[in-house]
């Protein structure tokens, strides 16, 4: 049998030749994973604030036994009234207005109110906090945040993501978390606006839907990807909202919330932003958010009109103008 | 016993191809007839008043309250990267369509597909590309299309104005009507909105 001698050098050759060919192949072949682009507000994805946070206030039930209301006797609204009358206008009648549109005195009725239209008012509205008197007639800041939380009652949602929940026709697990995760970012974070959250969701009210609008206005995310699935990563989101205080409380009194969920990238858009783009996701039976989650979100458009409020008398309380 | 002879066979797969031929221009004719494909004419305009189920008031029995009334207007480009025509959709008291956004310009090509378009802010500067606006505002992109694919076959059925399902998962729908330039009346479930169409005489 003939063997075939091999030179120390030239086996040593032939390695390195081997190795770098296989090096070279891997530059050649391999390719990089797909890194998240650098992005200027790439920070946003761990936490934002509203430029200006919006201001806590009362929520005007309307149940007979929760007071205050404003269709009480010397209220918001009677005092609106008394005003038009000092200038010599006719009575507006708004009270009675308030009283019979406004008013609920059955059992289950007790969330009925205007926490939609405070919530409203505190974004698009500085908060009030002088009295202002005119004809004789004293608005303290309760007063005027009354009659601007009626007014923006009305206020239409120019931004609206997630849908009510009222029965079981209706879907009780959204808001998708990714919706929210998008919206909140994209607001409170991007465009440094608050945004309006029902944060009665959830599992909470299968059988007692209700509504419970409260202004957002700070947010801060943390991550922790899934070790068994990269794609998934799960989010401990804290939202500040502005609380409903007392009617004489000035300033924002900040309500602190925690939601869990994860939500999963968005592989057809790898380059528009990872996990603010992602297409998917569920509320983490982890610190009960399947439970309780927000239900919808929602920015307000001001109401251009009110049944019988003139804005224009509005105004002119709220800046103290012509008072003697 | 044959009953068809080759002749005979020959015949009959004539008269066959000649009816499928037939049956196809009668096809292709009913549907271009039925098809309400919108004739739209530089400065033609026309309103749509958008309502919406006020679902984020604190009560059980939230009201219709208008949102906005959008003014849409026809400018027509020639044809290029942005269309044959652009849609510029602002609303008529001035409102917002989206916070900081005060006007859309929709592209639209010369078969009426949306090419793309800009969301605009009050002082004319580019807020976002459409798709963006589409995907976080009231508005999706079904609410400006003209023409689904999904509607075809339904529309060669009948000429009385047609209920289109745009979208089933968010409950969306819209009806057309032969000659319109655009969908006379538009149904959403999430975010629940209805619209109507005025055309301007």
């Known amino acids: 049998m003939k063997h075939v001698l091999i030179k120390p050098a030239t086996a040593i050759l032939g390695v390195l030749i081997f190795t770098s060919l296989i090096c070279l192949s891997f530059f050649i072949f391999h390719e990089e994973p797909a890194a998240v682009p650098v992005q200027v507000n790439n920070d946003l994805r761990f936490r934002g604030e509203a430029k200006t946070p919006p201001w806590s206030g009362w929520w005007w039930p309307f149940h007979i036994s929760l007071p205050n209301h404003l269709y009480d006797p010397r209220g918001p609204m009677d005092k609106y009234d008394s005003l038009s009358v000092a200038q010599g206008l006719s009575n507006p009648g708004t009270r009675a207005w308030e009283r019979e549109n406004h008013f609920a005195n059955q059992p289950g009725q007790e969330w009925y109110g205007h926490c939609n239209g405070w919530a409203a008012a505190s974004i698009l509205e500085p908060e009030p906090r002088k009295t202002q008197t005119i004809d004789r007639i004293s608005f303290n800041p309760q007063d005027i945040k009354g009659l601007l939380s009626e007014w923006h009652w009305w206020d239409p949602a120019i931004s609206y993501y997630g849908t009510r929940y009222d029965g079981p026709a209706n879907n009780i697990n959204d808001i998708n978390p990714q919706e929210f995760h998008q919206a909140i970012i994209n607001f409170i974070g991007k465009k440094g606006l608050p945004i309006i959250m029902d944060i009665s969701g959830g599992t909470q009210e299968i059988n007692n839907p209700q509504i419970w609008n409260y202004p957002a206005y700070q947010y801060q995310m943390e991550y922790s990807p899934e070790v068994n699935n990269p794609e998934r990563i799960h989010v401990r989101c804290q939202i500040w909202l502005a609380s409903s205080t007392q009617p004489d409380y000035l300033g924002t009194a900040p309500m602190l919330k925690t939601y869990y969920y994860w939500i999963s990238k968005d592989t057809l858009q790898p380059t528009a932003g990872g996990w603010e783009k992602s297409n998917a996701g569920s509320w983490d039976t982890f610190g009960d958010s399947q439970k309780d989650h927000p239900d919808f979100l929602w920015y307000p458009a001001p109401s251009a009109q009110h049944q019988l409020l003139q804005r224009k008398q509005i105004d002119q309380i709220v800046s103290g103008g012509g008072s003697r | ?201």
Request: net charge negative; hydrophobic share 35%.
């Open chain 2, 1 to 201: 016993m044959k009953v068809f002879t080759p002749g005979f066979r020959k015949t009959w797969l004539g008269a066959g191809a000649g009816m499928l031929a037939l049956l196809g221009g009668f096809y292709l004719a009913l549907n271009y007839a039925a098809h309400p494909e919108p004739k739209w004419q530089n400065g033609e305009s026309w309103t749509v008043q958008v309502e919406q189920r006020a679902d984020h008031l604190m009560t059980n029995d939230p009201p219709w309250i208008t949102i906005n009334n959008l003014e849409m207007q026809i400018i027509q480009n020639s044809s290029g990267p942005d269309g044959t025509w652009c849609v510029e959709i602002h609303d008529l008291d001035g409102r917002d369509l989206f916070p900081g956004v005060q006007k859309l310009q929709v592209y639209y090509s010369d078969d009426f597909a949306i090419v793309g378009g800009h969301a605009v802010t009050q002082n004319s500067q580019t807020a976002w590309e459409i798709q963006e606006f589409w995907d976080y505002s009231l508005y999706g992109r079904d609410f400006f299309e003209i023409n689904p694919e999904t509607t075809k076959i339904k529309r060669l059925l009948s000429r009385n104005p047609e209920s289109v399902i745009l979208n089933e998962e968010k409950g969306r729908t819209c009806t057309w009507e032969k000659n319109q330039s655009w969908w006379t009346n538009y149904q959403s479930d999430n975010p629940p909105l209805r619209a109507t169409l005025y055309q301007d005489q």
